[in-house]
């Protein structure tokens, strides 16, 4: 990412990418048990980061190359940010549906005088929808397709 402040955290965030290993690994029985945990949201952003990863790689793409994770010393996250030459691509990964104010963040990304374009909730919705001018809701069951 060109251009950004030395006031984002350089720490990276790291990710389990197989969320089933890791599910049993903490000794989780069921699947039901995964759903209702307070762990519930870092496993549904784990899988959806490993899903785009891998799909980054079935097309030959290294995803280090475009995504970040964006965090800065005010500690404003944005869970994803996809960068190529047309801009910024906030994405924020949300359990359930309807979050409230999922892209609350995304306005910290306008002090880098980059393009920032619409960005993605990804969460739990039947279809892809607009949430508002700078943001469209993406259903999880569309990854990978």
């Given at each position: 990412m060109a251009n950004v402040s030395n006031r984002i955290i350089k720490a990276p965030?790291?990710?389990?990418m197989d969320t089933g290993?890791?599910?049993?690994l903490c000794k989780w029985p069921d699947a039901g048990m995964l759903e209702n945990c307070a762990m519930s949201g870092a496993f549904f952003e784990s899988y959806v980061v490993s899903e785009i990863v891998k799909n980054f790689f079935a097309f030959n793409r290294?995803?280090?190359d475009f995504l970040f994770y964006y965090r800065d010393i005010d500690k404003?996250?944005?869970d994803l940010l996809y960068s190529?030459?047309?801009g910024l691509y906030p994405i924020e990964i949300k359990k359930g549906f309807s979050p409230k104010n999922p892209t609350k963040n995304f306005s910290v990304l306008q002090k880098?005088?980059?393009?920032i374009q619409p960005g993605l909730v990804i969460d739990s919705c039947e279809k892809i929808m607009p949430l508002n001018e700078s943001a469209w809701s993406f259903p999880v069951h569309l990854l990978g397709i």
């Open positions: 965030k790291l990710y389990f290993l890791c599910a049993y290294e995803p280090r404003k996250e944005i190529d030459a047309e880098y005088k980059q393009d």
